[in-house]
């Protein structure tokens, strides 16, 4: 029976479900289970963390780093005690209280309000042919979000969301299997999130309650039930320990969050010019251009065509003189070519590179260069080579990388030799085995043997990405790069940020990209983007305009199109809407001090950069299932057009005192109102207290030094803290600077506090604005001392 991908073969067998707790022991901080001969134990990793595994034969598996980067014994001491009693054993830490009963071991979670969460249901835990899974208790009022990348809007509840990477090409609304397998998701309730993270690469699946209402199941077709408990109660906290768990960003150039503009493709050198000209000519601000497929001799990885870009480094620093950074996309498929005397194939067949079937033939797709073979990227030694070919491109200046088809599409185009469907083999052994190629396992350095693709599937994606990664961060010297990829899995923002596939040019996939966005972000992934006005399809001016607007909200923002599509750069709609597009990219661009310190308060505490409302009211069940509303950090918050015609929409300010970021008006939330937004006007809103840095309109992010910086400030109580530096360097983690700035009223005053600036950075001589919202502003020449302002 032929294996297809996320088609494995299923079985209606019942599920038999764990015994009793017979013994319980502990060592340190796992504690364990024995029921029959299978076997439970739960770690205290944290305060709010648990991990909890079974393996029905007693014996657990050795487990590898591919997405958890701290070993439960690398995780600092955690206090807690157990306790048993005739029916249950007590786990308590300082944040919560694990009771296992002994009957059928059934696990529950409560708060210090004894508020139960992820309650074990009546199955539990069971098995089946294959497969081990886990029952949980929905309670009222709970939703769920995350679960990576997911089309739809943001709650899940009543979904089934299968985690096994895959082409999603023509995606929408109904799609399960995306290109991206994230096995993470959080609950959320008033005053109770918690987070599930599913350790398992094996093809696996979440039920949030379809199946049966009240109940939601995880199932994995690997071996062995191994998951995380994190208990928040907000998804701050959440997040906050997923990703130091699974990791969190490097932080990226600042150039990677300027305009980035790509097109399927740019066939040329000569149309890469005009393009580059007609960006600066027109003062639309753009820092990154995207070279698709067709720059390469074709379709062959690390090669250019000589005929279309004859002078590719010419052609790079020409564009790097005039402010443009040049990414290139690679892909995973090599082009099979025997006697073609091309490099990549040979080396990665004299050196057994490519992954073979499990009879030992070499395993070929069919991709853009048509018949292709693919690296083993879980091999160390194969990631070592890839990361080197990078050197071809970093040494004539290219800045970035985008990784695509790598989950891994295969047979894209044509179909196979016989006109049929080629699928992975999942019997296809994966990781090498032998001494050289053996990692770092999460228990401590045991060896890893081979694996097969069954396994490690979902990993094909985060493994090319992390090579490329590497191999930037090895020949770029000390400049930060920029990478991307469409696949990954749990973990993937350790090395790249990621984009949402081929979306469409329709009202639809520009309304579902916020929610889609969002749950990225609540998967750890806070580097997300979507294509700008519509991957496939041809927008209208009207679409573009109102993506644009969403676009400069996106933390990564790039305008791409498809091949046969109408042309989508931000004038070809007329002027207009050339106009907008111009706006929104300068407010892009004038924000960036605000959006550059999210990313590094998403490289130090794993906080998405665009948020559902629910992230910072999490206690409000009018933020739960609120799609089309976001907050950049957490002072914006927009109101975008989704819709043709529309001019005006609903709004909800949840609690507190909101100001319309355009007219200074002023509402006490919480408060439904009506914005008026003709095509011109995005409605955008700042809390109150916000603290806004913001800088002159640049043309692209290095164009000059800042002369100047402004800090818009709303009245309010708040606090702030700015980070700087050069924004480029690899040594941030050392030269880098911070700023408390806090805004407070006293009797009829506002003050603003500035304190000394602190840490190794120094920005150039420039003056400093600070704008007082709606009362006036104040100047003076920035000495990184502190300072008190009256206002
Ligand atoms: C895939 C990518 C798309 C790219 C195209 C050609 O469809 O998702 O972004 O333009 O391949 O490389």
Redesign the pocket.
Known sequence: MPQYFGKLPTTNQPWTTIGNVKSVTWDNNIINFDCDNSRLTISVLAPNLIRVRFALTGQFMPRRSWAVTLDDAEWVTTPFTVQETEATVEIETAQIRVCVQREKCRIACFDKNNRPFAQDAEMGIGWRMGATAGWKEIVADEHFYGFGERTGFLDKLSEVKTNWTT?A?DYDALTDEM?QAIPFFMALRPELGYGIFFNTTFWSQFDIGAEQPGIWKMETRGGELDYYIIYGPEPAQILETYTQLTGRMPLPPKWALGYHQ????YQSETVVRELAQQFRQRRIPCDVIHL???YMQGYRVFTWSKQRFSNSAKLISDLAKDGFKTVT?I?PGVKYEPEGNYDVFDQGIENDYFVRKADGTLFHGYV?PEKAVFPDFLRPDVCNWWADLHKSLTDIGVAGI?N??NEP?IN?RPFGDEGEKIWFPLDAPQGGGEAGSREQGAEGNVPVSSSTHTEVHNLYGLMMAKACYEGLERHRGSERSFVLT?SGYAGVQRWSSV?M??NQSLWEHLEMSLPMLCNMGLSGVAFVGC?IGG?AGNATGELFARWMQVGMLYPLMRG????STARHEPWVFGDRVENICREYINLRYQLLPYIYNLFWEAVTTGAPILRPLLYHFPNDPKTYSLYDQVLLGASLMAAPIYRPGVEHRAVYLPAGTWYDWWSGESYEGPIHILAHAPLERMPLYVRSGAIVPMQPVRQYVDQAPLDEMKLRIWPGNKEYQLFEDDGHTNDQDKHFSLTNISVFTEANQTIVEIGARVGEWTPSPREVIVELVGVGEQRFQDDGKQRSLQF
């Open positions: 082409d090409l290109y790509c097109r399927w493709s698709d497929i067709d996309i892909d853009w985008w695509d088809m599409a894209d469409r984009w596939g081929d294509d991957f791409h199109s498809a091949m």
